[in-house]
């Protein structure tokens, strides 16, 4: 087992040293005029978001973009809230705000897709930028968002992070394990290879979304539209990686420890669908997945764990150190040390549960 240990760590350095390299391959885009601006479309889809729905509302009407070039299309999913009053109110107070009210679930897509789906195809912009309705957004998103997409074209992957303006450790973790995740994918899109986005900070032309075939691909899944997004339009095309800050998304972090797991559970569900779709990228889950599992073995069998370990905890750390500073963020060393403790435990778990399915999901 010692030796199988060493193998799956080797395995492990390897592909830390590809994500790290790729790391530096990335560029920034400034933003600048352009004579023909195209028309965009940002697509939201919410359900019971009475307490979030107003503040990124005051974002999107405050964007630095011409009114006349873009309209904000939410649509509200079965909420049982006061949701759609939220929006009847903005749409008449703006009339570049639209809204689209889905009563019942439909029985072809699975309940988000549905949504994000009708919302796109009831669209008029050229170009769709998504996110969800926790979030906040910068006055220059969408103008960093579409400059980039014009220039790339191919599927923009913005930044997201969780907003820790409360200064918990909870919310510190979150944070951290957010941009590690982040750092991990945007490595691999440093070497054109596309693994994964956040669905709260996508941008890609409406031709594309259509010419893949929308969601009807994976029109069953629950989760994942993002990720499908993201490998099926970049297959087509190419992608990029938007490290501008003006382009940075927040979104709330997880309320409870339980929510923060299910939510967990819930992406690693998707890491099945990747054996065929992206090979590299489920190498990499599985070699993630035993070498925290195997780690977490040498500490009960052998007496000198702590050294593998440390080899991990160095890695892992120079991973998120310098996506860090990619995306121009604080890079937390005390959260660190706690979030690197727990992984050989969480990873696993996650990876298990996640492989059975086991989440609960609003929709």
Request: aromatic content about 16%.
């Amino acid at each position: 087992m010692f030796y199988l240990l060493l193998i799956f760590t080797a395995a492990y350095i390897f592909f830390t040293i590809f994500i790290i390299s790729g790391l530096f391959k990335h560029n920034t885009l400034p933003i600048s005029n352009s004579v023909t601006l195209p028309f965009v479309s940002v697509i939201v889809a919410a359900r019971n978001e009475e307490n979030n729905l107003p503040s990124l509302i005051d974002d999107l009407i405050k964007q630095e973009y011409p009114l006349e070039k873009f309209e904000i299309i939410i649509i509200n999913d079965r909420s049982d809230d006061s949701t759609q009053k939220i929006l009847d109110e903005a749409s008449e107070n703006y009339s570049f705000i639209k809204s689209i009210e889905i009563d019942k679930k439909s029985k072809e897509m699975t309940p988000k897709k549905h949504a994000i789906d009708l919302g796109i195809k009831e669209s008029r912009g050229e170009i769709i930028i998504a996110t969800d309705a926790d979030c906040r957004v910068g006055p220059l998103w969408i103008a960093s968002m579409t400059y980039s997409l014009i220039n790339k074209n191919g599927i923009i992957i913005g930044y997201s992070e969780i907003d820790d303006k409360k200064g918990t450790f909870f919310e510190k973790y979150q944070k951290l394990d957010f941009l590690a995740i982040i750092s991990a994918n945007a490595g691999a899109a440093g070497w054109n290879l596309y693994w994964s986005g956040t669905g709260q900070n996508l941008a890609y032309f409406k031709k594309d979304y259509l010419k893949i075939g929308g969601f009807e691909p994976v029109k069953d899944k629950i989760s994942g539209d993002d990720m499908y997004l993201v490998q099926a339009i970049s297959s087509l095309k190419k992608g990029y990686v938007n490290i501008d800050p003006n382009s940075h998304v927040k979104t709330k972090a997880m309320n409870s420890i339980k929510d923060f797991l299910n939510q967990r559970i819930r992406w690693s569900s998707n890491s099945k669908s990747n054996f065929k779709n992206t090979p590299i990228f489920f190498m990499f889950l599985i070699v993630s997945f035993f070498e925290n599992l195997l780690i977490l073995f040498s500490i009960i069998l052998f007496k000198k764990w702590f050294i593998i370990w440390g080899i991990k905890f160095v890695v892992d750390g120079i991973v998120i150190f310098f996506g860090s500073k990619l995306f121009e963020r604080s890079f937390d060393i005390k959260t660190y040390f706690f979030w690197a403790i727990l992984q050989p435990f969480y990873i696993p778990l996650i990876g298990t549960l996640g492989l059975f399915n086991k989440f609960s999901w609003k929709r």
